[in-house]
């Protein structure tokens, strides 16, 4: 495993934001993405993360999400959670999937302007709309909310 990355910690009966601030008062940086209550996204090397998830109580399951084909803890490159992190901080109510999207695959497309600038994905259509799909680490899939074609160039 990389040494600092970002781990996904996923939780039952709990508010991710809620334990959010347990984990910041230990000096984890914490990203909780909007209209999702149950994922906590964790900056930190694994082991310091791993022991504090095995000693501290925190009164319902908590655990790493694990990528299917290994079980392995779903561990998320900075770069590819900074993509998220900016997709989910420009929309207040982005489509996150857990799951690749069952949908035929567009061009792969790069945003021209505005706040994505840069940002690459494929064009899907998620609710009779257009939008840009970017994956993160094949581990999750974010949409954004429609995007004018003027603002896309194919990659």
């Not at 505005?114 to 840009?132: A, S």
Request: with cysteine.
């Amino acid at each position: 495993m990389a040494e600092r990355s970002w781990f996904v910690i996923g939780m039952r009966y709990l508010r991710a934001s809620k334990l959010e601030e347990k984990f910041k008062s230990r000096g984890y940086e914490t990203f909780v993405p909007p209209v999702v209550t149950n994922l906590l996204f964790v900056h930190s090397d694994y082991w310091p993360l791993f022991k504090y998830l095995e000693e501290k109580s925190f009164g319902h399951p908590v655990y790493f999400l694990r990528r299917r084909e290994d079980w392995q803890p779903m561990e998320i490159r900075d770069s590819e959670m900074q993509k998220f992190i900016l997709v989910c901080k420009a929309y207040a109510q982005p489509i996150i999937l857990t799951e690749c999207p069952k949908l035929k695959l567009g061009d792969k497309v790069r945003i021209k302007d505005g706040e994505l600038k840069g940002v690459e994905g494929h064009i899907v259509r998620l609710k009779k709309q257009k939008r840009v799909l970017i994956n993160v680490d094949n581990a999750f899939w974010v949409a954004t909310a429609h995007i004018e074609p003027e603002l896309l160039e194919v990659i």
